[in-house]
């Protein structure tokens, strides 16, 4: 059984093999506006909607009798090869039982046979909801979460850079591409071991998402600093942090997991580089610090991981809309800890790899109502020509779509001004 946009189609066994037709008239365009404007306000959870279902009240609309979106009988056209065919014959009944059980199944396809796109549902019941908006009306974001992730390295300064990466790659049959905006990044083009790409065990590259990598490129650790990779396991951002130094920082990495911060070492090891790992709770008194504050600090906070479904997609299952709440409030603390680290006139940045405002852009803007010595800088350098980021409220965010190589990341840059009263906020966006 095919189902697909007006029509199914389905081989069934009699006598013979019979071919079987069902083609339903698309739904009137004034009869499917109404039925979107219906649904405006009436998703059920953010939780529901980034797994591409659709509010009861929704489908309760949609199935309205004559008014939803089920075929009248004369808008469904039967047809059947066998030679006993005259206006439904066994084989058609069949057919159509297939098609009902399909439909219990997957309830969407509804739409695919009525020649209209939930999408255009999903877009109207999303309004006012906290997951950004214009991406949600084409139902990029949700395409993107089913999608394969692609495999995206990080390539070492040195050699030739992703240049010379990319032709030794091309050497040996594997297709890749540099990433726009991500310097360091290549997006290889059918995944494979990473056994099998060159310089991976001696450390030349590493496995990274390009969103990711941009931690370390915005941050842009320069020699000499003092660096706090705040929540650091299991440290794809800290060999980035020390890969884009370009000469020795002095870089800690800690985190409250210790198992995850074994993989740190051993993440370090294969790159030969070092940093000092420290084991804590960020939240607590910072017995391991020796007074001596930051230059710059990541905070690449635990978050909902809205923004990398595509890669781990039990968070569609395991994840709740309440979560969102005590994940906000954890990250608030954790930046408020890291802000007592950090010197004056340094740079904190904070980074998610959510597309919930409540997570991102919400967590920065209470933190500068509340801390006199907190800006945003102007636009910083680092930020500026770079493709993926788009601004947003208090920093950048990237949405995963189809066009878009890397994850749903959020980064925002914050100051802490040497004068306690000169904010001077020049907000990106
Ligand atoms: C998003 S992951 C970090 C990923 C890492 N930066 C990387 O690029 O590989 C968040 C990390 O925060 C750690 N974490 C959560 N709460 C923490 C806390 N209160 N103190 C320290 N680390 C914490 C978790 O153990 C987890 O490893």
Not at 273 to 282: E, F, K, Q
Not at 351 to 374: D, H, M, Q
Request: glycine content about 10%; proline content about 7%; aromatic content about 4%.
């Amino acid at each position: 059984m095919q189902i697909s946009k007006g029509e199914a189609k389905a081989q069934v066994a009699g006598s013979e093999l019979y071919s079987v037709s069902i083609s339903i008239a698309p739904v009137a365009q004034p009869k499917w506006k109404a039925l979107a404007k219906d649904c405006v306000g009436n998703i059920d959870s953010v939780v529901e909607l980034l797994h591409g279902k659709l509010a009861k009240s929704v489908m309760d609309r949609v199935c309205r009798q004559g008014e939803g979106l089920f075929p009248a009988p004369k808008e469904i056209k039967l047809s059947c090869s066998c030679p006993d065919w005259a206006d439904k014959c066994k084989h058609v009944a069949a057919a159509l039982y297939g098609v009902g059980a399909r439909l219990d199944e997957q309830p969407e396809l509804l739409f695919a046979l009525r020649g209209v796109d939930q999408n255009d549902l999903i877009a109207s019941a999303a309004t006012g909801m906290a997951v950004p908006r214009r991406a949600v009306a084409k139902g990029k974001i949700l395409a993107a979460d089913n999608a394969h992730p692609p495999l995206c390295l990080r390539v070492a300064a040195g050699r030739a850079g992703v240049a010379g990466y990319l032709q030794e790659l091309e050497a040996q049959g594997i297709r890749a591409a540099a990433v726009p905006g991500v310097e360091t990044a290549v997006t290889v083009e059918a995944p494979l071991a990473v056994e099998h790409l060159p310089g991976f065990a001696a450390g030349r590259v590493s496995v990274q998402d390009s969103s990711a990598q941009l931690a370390a490129l915005l941050l842009a650790p320069q020699p000499g600093e003092r660096i706090l990779d705040a929540c650091a396991a299991p440290g794809g951002k800290t060999g980035a942090l020390l890969e884009a130094a370009g000469g020795p920082i002095e870089l800690t990495a800690l985190d409250c997991d210790a198992r995850r911060l074994q993989r740190v070492e051993e993440n370090l090891r294969r790159l030969g580089r070092t940093a000092h790992l420290v084991h804590a709770d960020l939240r607590a008194e910072p017995a391991w610090w020796d007074g001596r504050p930051f230059d710059a600090i990541l905070l690449d906070a635990a978050c909902s991981g809205t923004g990398v479904i595509r890669r781990h997609p039990d968070i569609k299952l395991l994840r709740r809309e309440s979560d969102i709440g005590a994940l906000a409030s954890r990250q608030y603390e954790m930046l408020g800890a890291c802000w007592r680290l950090l010197r004056p006139g340094g740079r904190l940045w904070y980074a998610t790899c959510s597309v919930l405002p409540a997570e991102n852009g919400a967590v920065i803007e209470r933190f500068l109502a509340a801390e006199p010595g907190a800006g945003l800088p102007d636009v910083p350098e680092a930020a500026a020509h770079r493709p993926p980021l788009q601004a947003c409220r208090c920093g950048w965010q990237i949405l995963p779509g189809p066009k878009a190589a890397g994850d749903g990341f959020y980064y925002a840059c914050l100051r802490k001004f040497q004068d306690q009263g000169a904010r001077g906020n020049a907000r990106a966006g």
